[in-house]
């Protein structure tokens, strides 16, 4: 029994003998590798082109997206412009036809002639005036394409404000 016993002894410490090297090699290899300056940097180095890869990915839908919603919102802003011109086409031209027939009755009761009275008409739009509104009446293009101009431009205006708050 003794020599059995003994035996089991020294099977038990060859076992733990060799427990504690393969935990002094796992205590060296992590001791090498925080010792390792370059290797570290490297590692450092690709996770940071990966992290900065994955932003620009992320950047450049964000940018898109706002475009698109920018895109879509000067859209929606040339329409509402150009139903608001005319609207306005229609309602100047429905006061400058009320002026007229107006002043045509006017000068048919006081006998004056009307190519004098129309300068001085109550209620006629000034020449000032006039002349931008059939210049949109008739070209409505640049008219939207001026809205859409100034929508873009309140958009970035817009997105600057909210990068420099996300920024804080």
Known sequence: ???RAAADGAAELRRQIAQTRSQLGATVEE???KTDLRGR??????DLRDRAGAMTVQLRSTAAQAGHTVQEKAKG??????DRAGRVR???????????????DRAARTGEDLRHTGSHAEGAAPATLRAPVRFAA???RPVVIAAAAGVALVAA????????????
Request: charged share 30%; proline share 2%.
């Open 1 to 3: 029994m003794t020599d």
């Open 31 to 33: 001791l090498a590798a």
């Open 41 to 46: 940097a490297k590692a450092r180095a690709a």
């Open 77 to 82: 802003a040339g329409h509402t412009v150009q």
């Open 90 to 104: 229609h309602t100047a031209l429905d006061r400058a036809k009320g002026t007229r027939h107006e002043l045509r």
């Open 138 to 140: 008739r070209h409505p």
């Open 157 to 168: 205006g817009v997105l600057g404000r909210r990068r420099r708050w996300a920024r804080c």
